[in-house]
């Protein structure tokens, strides 16, 4: 997969299939956009490919107000490799970008610069300044431009659709069993393991850190998960994973993803590993002692244990 922030060099640019989005989870409806892509690229001699945004357009436009998020860029990207796309085009949102007319948007980006020859787009697809564009004006463009135009439905999922909306509304409420069936896998989050500041290793629970890249994300809370990319095997760790602010012990505002892994005491600062989440066992909490604090993960973590030796997730 080539990866291009922006548009591609004039010396780079090939053919290709293309679908548009934030792709935010990438779940099974995006999947299955993409299968169609891909498929109409080896049809074609074409190359899939996808165009995103970074930041999402609602955080540029109205930052307190966007959505929150369900993956880091990191595993967007991943999950396009893994449905078969080989060129994402990671489009920096600013102002500069927001501006761009309909017209502009199809003729010197999706046209000159993405040498888009097949459209996928969905019902609702809007695009360039104020929201102007749509899959009409794609339509009346496509001769001149030399692309064709396919419009898809939305994938359904017992009578709802599915959609980043329905996973975020799903990972609110602390229901990974739905999120798993809208996204087809658990819900995860990948990361390096950065220097923390050691606390849970005072209270006996040492911990992994993950920065998380956004200030709102999707799930929150205290969490049974494990963790894949520990060793060199494929064996996943269990443990115990708390996505949230740290009241107790930080007025930063900051989001922190930890896990404390059970039985697990080796160095593993800047390893990229990934943490599966898998029931949600209760809302982040400020207390008013440390001693408060420990005897709460001391809890999770033994309710925890007991799910993972009971089969039970």
């Known amino acids: 997969m080539k990866i291009f922030r922006g548009l591609p060099p004039a010396t780079d640019r090939a053919p290709c299939a293309l679908t548009i989005g934030n792709f935010d989870g990438v779940h099974r409806g995006h999947r299955a956009l993409l299968a169609q892509v891909v498929a109409a690229a080896r049809g074609r001699n074409l190359t899939p490919a996808v165009m995103t945004f970074e930041p999402h357009p609602r955080e540029f436009f109205a930052p307190d107000k966007a959505p929150a ?10 999950a396009l490799r893994a449905a078969g796309i080989e060129r994402v085009f990671v489009q920096h949102f600013n102002r500069r970008f927001a501006s761009i ?29 104020r ?39 799903a990972l609110a409420a602390g229901d990974l069993a739905r999120a798993h069936a809208l996204l087809g896998h658990p819900y995860r989050i990948s990361g390096r393991v950065m220097h923390g500041a050691k606390l849970g290793r ?26 894949f990319g520990i060793g060199s095997t494929d064996k996943a760790w269990p443990g ?5 602010l740290r009241p107790t012990i930080d007025r930063s505002g900051r989001w922190l993803l930890e896990v404390h892994l059970f039985d697990f005491a080796e160095d593993i600062y800047g ?8 029931q949600k066992l209760r809302d982040e909490e400020k207390y008013d002692t440390i001693a408060q604090l420990t005897a709460a993960i001391a809890g999770d973590a033994k309710r925890a244990r ?8």
Request: with cysteine; glycine share 8%; proline share 2%.
């Open 240 to 244: 115990v994973a708390s996505v949230g």
């Open 271 to 278: 390893k990229l590993v990934c943490v599966e989440f898998l």
């Open 101 to 129: 007319s309909a017209e502009t948007f199809v003729d010197e980006v999706l046209v000159a610069g993405l040498a888009a020859k097949w459209i996928a787009v969905g019902d609702d697809f809007r695009f360039g300044a």
């Open 69 to 78: 998020r369900v993956a880091n860029l990191r595993d967007k990207i991943d």
């Open 131 to 169: 929201r102007a564009g749509d899959v009409a004006l794609l339509r009346a463009r496509a001769a001149r431009g030399g692309y064709e135009i396919a419009q898809l439905a939305s994938v359904l999922d017992n009578g709802g659709r599915i959609s980043s909306s329905a996973v975020r509304a």
């Open 202 to 227: 005072t209270l006996g629970f040492p911990t992994l850190n993950l920065r998380l890249a956004h200030k709102r994300p999707a799930a929150h809370g205290i969490f049974a998960a494990r963790v």
């Open 306 to 313: 007991a799910l993972f030796s009971a089969a039970l997730i």
